[in-house]
Nanobody, 126 residues
Framework: VQLQASGGGLVQAGGSLRLSCTAS????????VGWFRQAPGKEREFIAA????????SYTDSVKGRVTMSRDNAKNTVSLQMNSLKSEDTAVYYC????????????????????WGQGTQVTVSS
């Protein structure tokens, strides 16, 4: 599976962005997909994850209520709608895919994912 993240850009605080993760490969619908971000000098941070069928989602506390993750397996696409953006949301955002269960905390750990996209820069100006 090859992943391509897009949709990043420069936005003012309070604004919105919609990130997309497009996959190649017919087996994409089997995979849990996660979004992570990494700010300069910081570790890669879990943002959200969605189950293979889109039924289950998980969000980190700092984005709950502001971020919605969805997927369209027919289009091999996962989206991350981000609203009410803050300066602390500034980072490179990555999508990742793997065969992961939501029963434990695995979806929150980058090393559990098998495939990664190249990242897209999100910059929020205050």
């Amino acid at each position: 599976v090859q992943l391509q993240a897009s949709g990043g850009g420069l936005v003012q605080a309070g604004g919105s962005l919609r990130l997309s993760c497009t996959a190649s490969g017919r087996t994409f619908s089997r995979y849990t997909v996660g979004w992570f971000r990494q700010a300069p000098g910081k570790e890669r941070e879990f943002i959200a994850a969605i189950s293979w069928n889109g039924v289950i989602t998980s969000y980190t506390d700092s984005v709950k209520g502001r971020v919605t993750m969805s997927r369209d397996n027919a289009k091999n696409t996962v989206s991350l709608q981000m609203n009410s953006l803050k300066s602390e949301d500034t980072a490179v955002y990555y999508c990742a895919a793997g065969i992961l269960s939501f029963r434990g905390p695995d979806v929150k750990f980058p090393d559990k994912y098998e495939y990664w996209g190249q990242g897209t820069q999100v910059t929020v100006s205050s």
